[in-house]
Nanobody, 115 residues
Framework: QVQLVESGGGLVQSGGSLRLSCAAS????????MGWYRQAPGKQRELVAF???????HYADSVKGRFTISRDNAKNVLYLQMNSLKPEDTAVYYC?????????WGQGTQVTVSS
């Protein structure tokens, strides 16, 4: 079974930074993608960024140049460094791991950016 545990959310002022972590465990070696999604109140969950097993990376246009996704392969930890945060980045952030057509999700961590 796959387990994903996020940490690192919190309250930050506009322009500030946070780093999210996602510790993955279980049978994850053959994953297709690992990534971050977010869901703001009243909105659908949306992709933030993901990294493929080939190490290719994709970012949503809204976070390009501000967020950086990275993975520590030895520790099986996924990171999301978020800089220049804006109030519109406020959301619950979820770690995602996809194996073939199956999605695994963490419990989510709240990020709140005050103006």
């Amino acid at each position: 079974q796959v387990q994903l545990v996020e940490s690192g959310g919190g309250l930050v002022q506009s322009g500030g930074s946070l780093r999210l972590s996602c510790a993955a465990s279980g049978r994850i070696s053959n994953f297709n993608t690992m990534g971050w999604y977010r869901q703001a109140p009243g909105k659908q969950r949306e992709l933030v960024a993901f990294v493929m097993r080939s190490a290719s990376i994709h970012y949503a246009d809204s976070v390009k140049g501000r967020f950086t996704i990275s993975r520590d392969n030895a520790k099986n930890v996924l990171y999301l460094q978020m800089n220049s945060l804006k109030p519109e980045d406020t959301a619950v952030y979820y770690c995602n791991l996809r194996i073939v057509f199956t999605d695994f999700w963490g419990q989510g961590t709240q990020v709140t950016v005050s103006s």
